[in-house]
């Protein structure tokens, strides 16, 4: 059954700084993976969508990749602002199944 | 294209009584899924369904839960005799298709049971 470790579970950095998030998965039977940002009391929105055939997808200053033969996926944050301040979640799916596995995110504050 | 909507989005029930929580899938979408997210924990797999067809349940708890998405209208997810252990957010989302399609998630509905 999969299972889904982040490192760090919770940043605090200035504003301007690069950032790299990492979201490690026990199985790399996935057909993709996919990277949320949660707002307190929110739901969730879709970064990022990374289909198992992809090395890394990238959308203005976010920037993901993903080894699956390593279970691991990254998420860079280029030149962080206080609005990225949220939960971050990767969420690959279950062993050959739709049904996505989410692990408890890492809490990211950026400081003005 | 409106986004996946959710209602209501916060609920309070006295614990015995029934809950349903409403999801309308994006536009085009027939593949709707149910997350639940326990205070302090990850967001957890429920349910899938395709219109009229419950797919996979898996992740529902065996008594008290059901889920239903009609020919027509939203996809309901029905607890029945809440306990305060019912207390959660409840997330949908839906995608075009299944396997290794985007999935879009709605803004949830917060459960309190007092």
């Known amino acids: 059954k999969q299972e889904v470790t982040q490192i760090p579970a919770a940043l605090s950095v200035p504003e301007g700084e690069n950032l790299v998030l990492n979201c490690s998965f026990t199985?790399?039977?996935?057909?993709?993976l996919q990277w949320f940002r949660q707002d307190p009391g929110k739901g969730l929105t879709s970064l990022l969508l990374?289909?198992?055939?992809?090395r890394e997808q990238t959308s203005g200053r976010l920037n993901a990749s993903l080894d699956k033969s390593s279970g691991r996926s990254t998420l860079y944050i280029a030149a962080s602002q206080p609005g990225d301040s949220a939960t971050y979640l990767c969420?690959?799916?279950?062993?050959?199944?739709?049904?996505?596995?989410f692990g408890t995110g890492t809490r990211l504050k950026v400081l003005a | 294209n409106a986004g996946v909507m959710q209602n209501p989005r916060h609920l309070v029930r006295r614990r015995g009584q029934e809950a349903r929580l409403r999801c309308s899938p994006m536009?085009?979408?027939?593949?709707v899924y149910w997350y639940r997210q326990l205070p302090e924990e990850g967001l957890k797999f429920m349910v899938y369904?395709?219109?009229?067809?419950?797919?996979?349940e898996s992740g529902m708890p065996k008594e008290r839960f059901s889920a239903e998405f009609p020919k027509e209208g939203p996809s309901i997810l029905r607890i029945q005799q809440v306990v305060r252990g019912d207390s959660a957010a409840y997330f949908c989302?839906?995608?075009?298709?299944?396997?290794?399609?985007?999935?879009?998630f709605g803004p949830g509905t917060r459960l309190t049971v007092t």
């Open positions: 990374i289909q198992s055939s992809q």
């Open positions: 199985d790399s039977a996935i057909y993709n």
């Open positions: 969420a690959p799916p279950d062993s050959g199944t739709y049904k996505y596995i």
């Open positions: 536009k085009g979408h027939s593949h």
């Open positions: 989302a839906s995608s075009p298709g299944s396997f290794s399609y985007e999935q879009y």
């Open positions: 369904l395709q219109k009229e067809n419950i797919i996979d």
